[in-house]
């Protein structure tokens, strides 16, 4: 069973509530929870405990984190239900995936486009991709936004990956870490879409296409386009 530690208060260096340790203790975590991404086990539960001293957050390493702060946060508490109210949320949504997109380029590490699909800005479609061995891996993502939003994240799908692994649910939405939900709770309504794809997305793609290539679960187009001229 994975052990959760959460801080009962906000810490105030940190408005993301995302410190692995706090300042206060100037401990560092085993170095082996900052590199392994644990996933929940749908028939299982996670317990949550807390603790005055410290905020354990294991889930995701320091790069993450780091590109995760630089992120703009989210102002308007809004889900599509809300009108108007919602229009604006939708604004800063697009700002913080621009400011993201930018970020991403800058560092050479541009992985995915997405867009709303429907102008009530309720259904996102787009594509991810991930590079392995020098090969880009491309799929198609997507997703609805929640009524509920943004108290709950939207569930990420990349339906070509349906039934490949067993890290996915059912309709090819991503199995997130064990630590996602908590971190997503602790900072609604401040966490957007960019957050989603930051801290869901894109750990669960580095942590399962090496995998499911190396297991020859998938291949790369220039590898089926071979095959298929035989």
Not at 118 to 147: A, M, S
Not at 173 to 180: G, N, R
């Amino acid at each position: 069973m994975v052990r959760l530690v959460c801080a009962k208060t906000t810490n105030q260096t940190d408005p993301y509530n995302f410190d692995i340790y706090s300042h206060a203790t100037h401990k560092k975590p085993p170095q082996n929870l900052l590199t392994t991404p644990h996933y929940p086990n749908p028939n299982t539960t996670t317990t949550t405990t807390t603790n005055n001293n410290k905020t354990t957050m294991e889930g995701w390493d320091p790069t993450t984190k780091s590109t995760l702060t630089q992120i703009p946060l989210l102002t308007v508490k809004a889900g599509p239900r809300d009108g108007a109210t919602w229009t604006q949320r939708l604004k800063e949504e697009y700002k913080a995936l621009i400011a993201y997109t930018s970020m991403n380029k800058s560092k050479d590490n541009d992985w995915f486009r997405i867009s709303a699909a429907n102008p009530e800005g309720t259904r996102w479609v787009g594509k991810c991709w991930y590079v392995h061995n020098l090969l880009k891996y491309e799929f198609d993502l997507q997703f609805d936004i929640p009524v509920t939003y943004p108290a709950t994240a939207p569930e990420i799908e990349l339906p070509e990956l349906d039934g490949k692994t067993h890290k996915m649910y059912r309709g090819g939405k991503i199995c997130l870490t064990v630590h996602f939900k908590p971190l997503w709770a602790k900072n609604s309504p401040r966490f957007g879409i960019a957050h989603a794809l930051c801290l869901g997305l894109a750990p669960w793609l580095a942590a399962e296409i090496p995998i499911l290539v190396d297991s020859g679960m998938i291949k790369h187009k220039d590898d089926v386009v071979s095959t298929s001229e035989k």
